[in-house]
């Protein structure tokens, strides 16, 4: 099964705003239903503001790690390209 997660939490996010929406003008709802709605669209907008973060890290990440290589080639032999890289294994490791 494949699941376009994009889309889903798309569906989910317009849900969220109209039953905020619908509970913030229906004069009877109550105010708890109110603060529900709006504190479920808040969890949602911070959980997809985290994740927008981590994606745009993960992708500098990325850059920064084919820009390294690309560098290490051009500039060192394969033996100091080799010793470059245990070294930066073993610093992330610790």
Aim: glycine content about 0%; cysteine-free; charged content about 35%.
């Amino acid at each position: 099964m494949n699941i376009n997660l994009s889309e889903k939490i798309d569906v989910h996010f317009h849900r969220l705003e109209n039953l905020a929406e619908e509970a913030d003008t229906d004069e009877n709802e109550s105010f708890s239903s109110r603060a529900s709605a709006m504190s479920a669209l808040t969890s949602i907008i911070r959980e997809l503001t985290k994740a927008q973060a981590e994606v745009v890290n993960m992708e500098r990440l990325m850059k920064v790690e084919k820009k390294t290589i690309e560098v290490l080639k051009k500039y060192l032999s394969e033996d100091e390209q080799e010793q470059f890289l245990d070294e930066l294994e073993a610093y992330i490791d610790a």
